[in-house]
């Protein structure tokens, strides 16, 4: 059994210990699935002033739904469109202070005002996208780019996709 407390500190800290935990997570475990449905728990549980976290991956084409903790959810998204479309043509990740001045957002939870998007690059590859949303303006900073980035490569490596 795993039970994880919402991990304190500064960002640098949090992102540290959410990492160790997402190793913890993924040892001995290679399902894409399985492990992006932790991580989107850890995530969703280890973060404040979250309210989704989840996946899109990479088919057909376009971003379809995959693990997520929050509301139901936009379940298909072409690629370039809102958010994580733009993340995923851009192979690179976008951070959204407001979503109402983001061009083209997709509105899945109309309590979201600031996203984090990170592409899932797996040998030269878009396999899809990590989304983070808050109901906080502003909420997202370099800091939790680049600690969400880690935590997406880690699910990477961890995992063995199609």
Known sequence: ???????????????RELCLQARGLFERERDAIANAANLAALIFGGLEDVNWAGFYFLKGGELVLGPFQGNPACVRIPIGKGVCGTAAQRKEAVTVPDVDRFPGHIACDAASRSEVVVPLLGSGRLLGVLDIDS????????????GLETLAGLWVESSDYP
């Open 1 to 15: 059994m795993f039970a994880a407390e919402r991990p304190t500190g500064t960002k640098a800290e949090i992102y």
């Open 135 to 146: 109901p906080k303006r502003s909420r997202f900073s370099d800091e939790d780019r680049s």
